[in-house]
């Protein structure tokens, strides 16, 4: 009997390690491998051999990986060479998953990771190489076609729109209340931040705009709207992504474009206090705060979504159940059946059709104002943030357990 592996990549969820005990649990059914082992810090650490038995690991140990936010296995970000220029990194890959009797290569990973899963199927094929490779979505930003969300966003969500509602009453106990700005992750794309539409006390959303990438942003308009806000009620809340753009594509923040990663993605961060600043020159009000969400949207097990973390399982199981049936270079997708009474199914898309694209969010789940979402949104993500997950403590904190 053969063995397989799976491997972590890109930014983390808070339920990536979900899909890996899924696929664990679902060969300890179908004793479809000998051994499962866990690639390192992706496929970059498994061209130097950082590759471990999870086979071996305990049950208890196992359960609490379920339950343990952020990339347990470890992450990267490396971009393979495309396939026909051919480069050495392939043949020592193989070497590699032949070495250990891998038989298919399990990718948990967003975009990028897709492209990643195509290239090497596809190398495997032009070879003649029997090894399969299968991706498992995952991304917060909720951004891969074909798919009707991805595992993590549903957390995030969550997160977001728990985070709304904490700091917009703690931005309303004053006579004189101010303007708060919230700034959510998405470079590209709206997702998140759209999410915030969820956060409502007395069924009234506490945001009084939301700025996404896919509105064309205007400057002076979003001044004028907020000091009208302003005057008319004496506080505003904002939510706000990252990667909000002007009419000629830019990024609107003073601090677009930082760095890059390996994949020629901007690094952004910083929008929210650039637009506090802009409030400030105004002079309409000296009291403005901005605060950035960061890295808790996608690591904040202690809020999230159960429904995210069972979804991110089966995912998982399903994977391991597509490759038990011989499939080669494709995601697992999720599809939504209903809303009303909630319910998905899964099935599998070719993993270069994922690659590389982007799901925006849809233009006409935007209001023709530009600055906030429609119901029809609303509806979309409330499902997806159903439920919270039970927890173990220890030290009256919660138990987790990593590898990397």
């Known amino acids: ?42 496929i970059e650490g498994i061209l130097n051999r950082n590759i471990i038995d999870l086979s071996s690991v305990s049950d208890e140990e196992i359960n609490n990986f379920r339950f343990t936010p952020s990339s347990g296995l470890g992450s990267c970000r490396y971009k393979l060479k495309d396939v026909e220029s051919y480069d050495e990194e392939y043949e020592k890959l193989i070497s590699i998953l032949r070495e250990y009797d891998i038989k298919t290569f399990f990718y948990v990973g967003g975009n990028d990771s897709m492209d990643t899963i195509a290239k090497l199927s596809k190398y495997a094929k032009i070879n003649n190489i029997d090894i399969t490779f299968i991706g498992i979505p995952k991304t917060i930003d909720n951004d891969l076609k074909f798919t009707d969300h991805t595992p993590g966003f549903g957390s995030a969500a969550k997160f977001i729109g728990t985070a709304a509602l904490e700091t917009y009453l703690d931005a309303s106990v004053y006579i004189n209340n101010g303007i708060f700005i919230l ?104 009291r403005v705060k901005a605060l950035e969400l960061g890295i808790l949207q996608r690591c904040a097990m202690h809020c999230a979504s159960d429904t995210d973390l069972t979804e991110a399982y089966i995912a998982g199981k399903m994977a391991l159940k597509y490759a038990a049936e011989g499939e080669n270079g494709k995601m697992v997708s999720i599809n939504r059946k209903c809303n009303e009474n909630y319910e998905v199914e899964y099935s599998l898309i070719e993993a270069d059709k994922v690659a590389n694209n982007v799901k925006y969010f849809p233009l006409d789940w935007i209001n023709p104002e530009g600055n906030f979402v429609t119901e029809e949104a609303c509806a979309y993500f409330e499902p997806l943030i159903k439920d919270m997950p039970n927890l173990t403590f220890e030290g009256n904190l919660p138990k987790f357990k990593v590898f990397n």
């Open 1 to 42: 009997m053969s063995n397989c592996i799976i491997a972590q990549s890109g930014g983390p969820t808070s339920v990536i390690n979900s899909s890996v005990v899924g696929l664990l649990n679902a060969n300890e059914e179908l004793k479809t491998f000998e051994k499962v082992y866990g690639g390192l810090n992706g």
């Open 183 to 286: 700034e959510t992750m998405g470079r590209d794309t709206g997702w998140l931040a759209a999410s915030a539409c969820l956060a409502k006390i007395d069924n009234k959303p506490v945001a009084d705009f939301i700025y996404l990438p896919e509105a064309e942003f205007d400057k002076d308009k979003f001044l004028k709207d907020v000091k009208e806000k302003f005057e008319e009620q004496n506080k505003v809340f904002i939510i706000v992504s990252e990667g909000i753009r002007d009419k000629e594509g830019k990024f609107v923040s003073e601090f677009e474009c930082v760095s890059q990663d390996t994949f020629g993605h901007a690094q952004l961060g910083g929008v929210s206090n650039y637009l506090r600043m802009l409030i400030l020159e105004q002079g309409f009000t000296t």
